[in-house]
C-alpha cells in the first residue's frame, strides 16, 4: 500500500519557537493533504486541507497565521506550529491518497506528538 | 454537517470473546466509511474501508457493517486477543466532501489475557 512518511515523531519545544513539521508521501503523488489534530482522549479533528502550488483551506477555528501549511511539491507538505504555546501541545497528523486512487482510500503518517514547555 | 458518535466509549472484555463496537453517523450521503485502529502515541492503522455501495468487508477476525440508510456501522471482532487492545476509530468520508474525513471519537479497547 501507499506510504505516507511523517517527521519528526516526537517534539519538545520551548514556549515561543516554532516548530515544522513534515509529511511527504513516498511512492505516490498527491495534490492534496490533510492535516488533523489530536488532543489526549478526544478523536482526530481536521484542521486543514493542503493543496499543491495554492494556499491551504484552514477549518473555522485554526488559526491560518498560527499554522503555516506550505505544499510545495506534489510529495511534501509541511505544517509550522509558529510561537508554540502549551496550548498547542497535540498529536498532529498527517494524511494523503493517491491520485486517482479507486478507493479513495487515505493514508496516514505516523503523527508527530507535540509538548510545549 | 456530518457527526460520527461511537459508544462505547471503553471497553474491556475477556481473551476470547466476540465483541461489537458501534458507530453512527447523521448524514447519510457518504463516499465511503472506514474502520482504524489506533495504539497509544502512534499514527492510524487502516482496518476496513467500506464503499457506499457496499454493505460489509472482512478482513481475517474483523467484519464490518454498514447500513447508509440508517447511519450505522458494526465492527465485529471475532475470538479478541490481548493484541487487539488499542483505540478503534470510526470514520466517514462524505460525498463531495474532497477526500475529508471525521471521525468518531473512538472506543477505547482493553482485551484481558
Known amino acids: 500500500g501507499a506510504v505516507v512518511s511523517q517527521h519528526p515523531s516526537r517534539v519538545i519545544c520551548k514556549s515561543g519557537t516554532s516548530v515544522k513539521i513534515e509529511c511527504r508521501s513516498l511512492d505516490f503523488q498527491a495534490t492534496t493533504m490533510f492535516w488533523y489534530r489530536q488532543f489526549p482522549k478526544q478523536s482526530l479533528m481536521l484542521m486543514a486541507t493542503?493543496?499543491?502550488?495554492?494556499?491551504?483551506?484552514?477549518e473555522q477555528g485554526v488559526e491560518k497565521d498560527k499554522f503555516l501549511i506550505n505544499h510545495a511539491s506534489l510529495t511534501l507538505s509541511t505544517l509550522t506550529v509558529t510561537s508554540a504555546h502549551p496550548e498547542d501541545s497535540s498529536f498532529y497528523i498527517c494524511s494523503a491518497s493517491p491520485w486517482g486512487y479507486r478507493e479513495e482510500k487515505l493514508f496516514f503518517g505516523s503523527g508527530t506528538q507535540l509538548s510545549v514547555l | 454537517k456530518q457527526e460520527v458518535t461511537q459508544i462505547p466509549a471503553a471497553l474491556s472484555v475477556p481473551e476470547g470473546e466476540n465483541l461489537v463496537l458501534n458507530c453512527s453517523f447523521t448524514d447519510s450521503a457518504i463516499y465511503n466509511l472506514q474502520w482504524f485502529r489506533q495504539d497509544p502515541g502512534k499514527g492510524l492503522t487502516s482496518l476496513l474501508l467500506?464503499?457506499?455501495?457496499?454493505r460489509e468487508q472482512t478482513s481475517g477476525r474483523l467484519n464490518a457493517s454498514l447500513d447508509k440508510s440508517s447511519g450505522r456501522s458494526t465492527l465485529y471482532i471475532a475470538a479478541s486477543q490481548p493484541g487487539d487492545s488499542a483505540t478503534y476509530l470510526c470514520a466517514v468520508m462524505s460525498s463531495g466532501s474532497a477526500r475529508q474525513l471525521t471521525f468518531g471519537s473512538g472506543t477505547q479497547l482493553t482485551v484481558l489475557p
Open positions: 493542503s493543496n499543491e502550488g495554492s494556499k491551504a483551506t484552514y
Open positions: 467500506i464503499q457506499s455501495s457496499q
